[in-house]
C-alpha cells in the first residue's frame, strides 16, 4: 500500500532524526498528527486504482461497441421497405 508505505517512511525518517534528540514525546505527538492527517486524505491503493482504470477501460469499450450496434439499428430501421 503506497500510503502505508508513505507513512512508514516519514515515520522512520522522523524517529531517526528524533533518536539523536530527547524529543520522544515531540515524535509520538508528530506520528498521531501524521496519521491523522492521512487518515483524513481519501486515498486508495495503487492495487485499487489499477482495478478502477481497468473496470474504466471495459466500460467504455462496451458504451462504444453499444453506440455502434444501436447505431446500425437505427439505421436499419430508418431505412424505407422496399
Known amino acids: 500500500m503506497p500510503q502505508n508505505r508513505l507513512f512508514e517512511d516519514?515515520?522512520?525518517?522522523?524517529?531517526?532524526?528524533?533518536?539523536?534528540?530527547?524529543?520522544k514525546d515531540a515524535e509520538k505527538n508528530l506520528r498521531a498528527l501524521l496519521a491523522s492527517f492521512f487518515s483524513r486524505l481519501d486515498l486508495v491503493t495503487r492495487e485499487e486504482f489499477d482495478v478502477q482504470a481497468r473496470l474504466l477501460a471495459r466500460s467504455r469499450e462496451q458504451i462504444n461497441a453499444l453506440e455502434i450496434r444501436v447505431a446500425e439499428l437505427e439505421a436499419k430501421v430508418s431505412k424505407p421497405n422496399v
Open 10 to 23: 516519514l515515520s522512520g525518517r522522523i524517529s531517526a532524526l528524533l533518536a539523536q534528540s530527547p524529543a
